[in-house]
Structure formats: C-alpha cells, structure tokens
C-alpha cells in the first residue's frame, strides 16, 4: 500500500467525498536541518515525502515505516511573526493530522507548528477566560487540540505555557485558572524535541 492509501485508511475523513485529490511522487527529505532542534531534523531527515494536493490546498504527506504526519508545505510569512518561527516554517510547515505514532503532547492537535496555529490569537482566546496583560500578551499559538486547547510560545524567550480549560494532561503544573506549564518541556525546543524523540524512538 502507498503512504497515501495508508493515511487514507487512519484517516479516512480528510478528504471530503468529491474533492480532486493528486498525489505526486515519493522522495527523500531535501531542506536539511533546523538549528536548535537536532532529533527533530534528524526525524524530517529520515522521512519519505509525498507532495499532496486536496481540493487545491498543497501538503507534504512525511511518513516512517506505517507512521506518519500529513503536514503544510513550507512557507514564508509575514514579519508580525516571530523570526525563530518565521525561518521554522521556511524549513518546515507543522502538521494537521497524525497517525499509528506514539503518545506526546501533539496527540489529538488539530495544528502543530503551523501558520494557521500561530494566527490565533492566543491572547484574545485566553481574555475571554479573564487573564489580560502581559501575561499572555506575548505568546504565540504553537498547536490547536482538537477539544480547543492551546500550546503557546512566548515570542522573545520561548517559554511555553498550556491554555486547558479541558484538560487529562499529566506532567503539567498549574499557573493558575486554566493555565499550565508542562513539568518537562519548560520551552518551545524542549517541547518540539520531546515529541521529535518520542516519534524517534516509535518509529525506528
């Protein structure tokens, strides 16, 4: 079976019934390393990439053995971003769906490191729930679960902070209300390379 057909049959409510689907070639990984992040470079470095095309929207399909990531192309954004994150999706666009991984902190994520997560506004999410100021002012939206919590970035040091008002997380401590952090992976790298080396570990 094809990456594709494999993804196809995890996730088989991606594609909605009708939509043009095309599906180029496979390849080897060919945009190099991420500074700062080596077991996640060495992950991408070690995948097969499938370019996809569904209704029109372009991804890159990276898989391991029968796992893998259905991911968002790379992509250059506009300077309202943080530069770390700017030359992140140069590299790499974060990923949408997941599937036969291993258990991490981007299980059930509906966007992991992507553009579109960074464009929700996480300070105007969390308002709603009555933190304001600083305090949240500066984060970015690193990932979108599925039941609508967030992962957040601070933009200049990268301290990572869990916004949960629905949460079964263990390893994580309170800030407060519906704010954690997560006992282990105090910053975005230690994050990312956490869930980089447990998809690592899983699929080798």
């Not at 105007?124 to 970035?153: C, H, K, M, P, Q």
């Not at 869990?162 to 390893?171: E, T």
């Amino acid at each position: 079976m094809s990456d594709w057909g494999r993804f196809l049959e995890c996730v088989p409510w991606f594609v909605s019934p009708g939509a043009e689907v095309v599906v180029g070639p496979s390849s080897t990984w060919t945009r190099g390393a991420l500074p700062g992040l080596p077991r996640l470079s060495a992950l991408l470095a070690s995948a097969r990439v499938t370019p996809v095309s569904v209704a029109g929207h372009s991804y890159e399909l990276l898989c391991w053995g029968s796992s893998g990531w259905l991911c968002e192309p790379p992509s250059e954004a506009d300077s309202s971003y943080p530069d770390s994150l700017r030359a992140f999706w140069r590299v790499f666009g974060g990923t949408v769906e997941q599937f036969f991984g291993p258990s991490t902190w981007w299980l059930n994520q509906n966007q992991v490191l992507t553009v579109d997560a960074a464009s929700l506004s996480f300070c105007d999410v969390v308002s709603e729930y009555g933190f304001a100021g600083e305090e949240v002012r500066d984060y970015v939206t690193v990932a979108i679960e599925a039941n609508g919590n967030l992962t957040a970035a601070h933009c200049t040091t990268g301290r990572l902070v869990l916004f949960a008002p629905d949460h079964s997380f263990s390893g994580v401590t309170s800030l407060g209300g519906y704010l954690y952090t997560f006992d282990e992976a105090p910053d975005l790298a230690s994050w990312i390379e956490a869930c980089a080396g447990a998809w690592q570990a899983g699929v080798s």
